[in-house]
């Protein structure tokens, strides 16, 4: 079973132990980079336990070569209350210490060697745990007026978290080697190298953990990676250990040391190894043949549209069990379409009008089409309309008699009661305009682009009626109630789907990512220029474009982060270019921390827009990255 990390339960269990070493200052720091979702938690050098009790994990291995540390959390476990009953009897007294001190634990009973164990490091100089090479424990009486050594409520909730852990005695290899699988998550804090020669203070047991131990342990962290284990690791700032870990991603933490008796000296620096699984090729890419019915989509000329790689995201998607999908950033509409053409339930959704226009006459729209004689009578006039196009944009994109077809076309549209219709036509008119315009954007006006296609000779008119055709040719049900919905992917509610394909405006600081800015005067029709305001300073007569968060590279990061997790419990498919922000390792990390498996296909693939493919240099041809996310084996499609 997958554990999912729960904030809120971070405060329901506390570490019952002082421990030189301990993380809880630290755990602000971990927290963040600690996987959603893994299979179970390790920690084989438990300690205090601070991360383990902070996390209350529903299946974790715990493990420590301290035989008698181990003694006491079983017993704490498994007996609390004969543990409390027995530290209810000690007094916090020079004579009572030493006494409690002076006796064999191995002698004891389980019960009562666990609670000499709490007492002893609640009493003791500093909480230090410490014995002689014949593993007798000799710290010191700590003189402190009252210590609680006796937290009855701390050790019941302690108490509740270890009864779901396996608590196992033995050297952190053997505990590895033993229980650590694929999409687990591991916590290493080992004894700390020292970094004076006076340092090493962590007698844990009377075995050492010296600098050739650190060389094996950083092999094991090796092994667990290529396994597919996600491992972060605890150290201090020293060069052996920068060594050890330096193909991983390194955090140097500022932190106190609590047992240096000189108080200039408790400044210390730690650091923080995050070793992200390595992850193990499961996906097979062979493209299949698709339906026929998604070649009749009709072709346009959409910035981003991933027409051309439908092949590949359906090699991909095919290989997971699904019935519904949802296409949050849905563009053109063709993704969403050709998931429709598979027998999926879908929900397109994106903040462009006009893509959701799309989507409504050709996604959601299973059986409405606009007859061809119907679309005739929205070329003429039957009421006078607002000249809205014809004054605003006169001279810019079309002629006037053009302009004037455009507002006529758009008063007639708005009169359409059949919500189907009304989204073909509007489609039509969109699909209209844009084969009307050279290179089919408004980022300039005129027709200095023009390049003598034959869709740039053809009349206003005639592109409508034929696009109405292509659409309603379209057109067709698939037994499924599918949903074309109108909003920001941040915010948008939808129900927690089985797969859900990403495909966000990519962001680079050499290209723009405006779709506004390009598409402002289809968009503009598709909203009827309703909640936008038109900059008349500019000569596109443009209209400020949408907040999005992924016009910055910490903006889109963010944005990543937000959409995984909100849709952690379904399969994720992201398109995203070589040449954007984050990188492919950034959004690989950002994918692990809620999903199991992640997987990046590469796909050559060359951009077309303007001219650029006769530029002389090469910044269309990038490499497309699928990032696939998934979570074991009860969604992976059986062979």
Known sequence: MEQVLKKEKQIQAKPIMKWAGGKTQMLGDIMPKIPQKYGKYIEPFIGGGALFFALSPDKAIIADSNPELINMYRQVADNVEAVISHLKKYKNTKEDFYEVR??????????EAAARTIYLNKTCFNGLYRVNKKGQFNVPFGKYKAPNFCDEEALFAASDVLKKATITCGDYLSVLKEYAEPGDFIFLDPPYLPISEYSD????????FYEEDHVELAKEVKRLQELGCHVILTNSNHPLVHELYA??????????????????KRKGEDIIVDILPKQKTMLKIVPKPLPEQVMKYPATRYMGSKSKLLPQIWAVASQFNFDSVVDLFSGSGIVGYMFKAQGKTVISNDYMAMSATFTKAMVENNNVVLPLDEAKKLLIEKKESDHFVEETFRGLYYKDEENRLIDILRTNIVAIRDQYKKAIAMTALIRACTKK???GIFTYTGDRYNDGRKDLQKS????????????????FDNGCENKSKHGDAMEVKIKQPDLVYIDPPYYSPLSDNEYVRRYHFVEGLARDWKGVEIQENTVTKKFKSYPTPFSTRKGAADAFDK?????????????YSSNSQPTQDEMVAL?????????VVPIDYTYSF????????????????LFVGFNGEDVWKKK
Request: contains cysteine; hydrophobic residues 30%; proline residues 1%.
């Open 102 to 111: 002076s006796l064999d634990w191995l002698k004891l009973k389980k019960e």
């Open 247 to 264: 193909d991983y991603k390194i955090e140097v933490i500022q932190t106190k040391r609590y047992i240096s008796c000189n108080g200039s």
């Open 460 to 475: 206003l008119e005639q592109q409508f009626l034929e696009a109405v055709e292509s659409v309603n040719n379209a057109i």
């Open 563 to 575: 959409l995984f997790k909100k849709f952690s419990d379904s399969i994720l498919i992201v398109s």
């Open 201 to 208: 203070f962590k007698r844990y047991t009377k075995e050492q």
């Open 610 to 625: 303007g001219n650029q493919k006769h530029a002389k240099t090469n910044r269309n041809k990038v490499q497309e990255y």
């Open 437 to 439: 315009r050279p290179r």
């Open 591 to 599: 994918m692990s921390k809620y999903k199991e498996h992640v997987e």
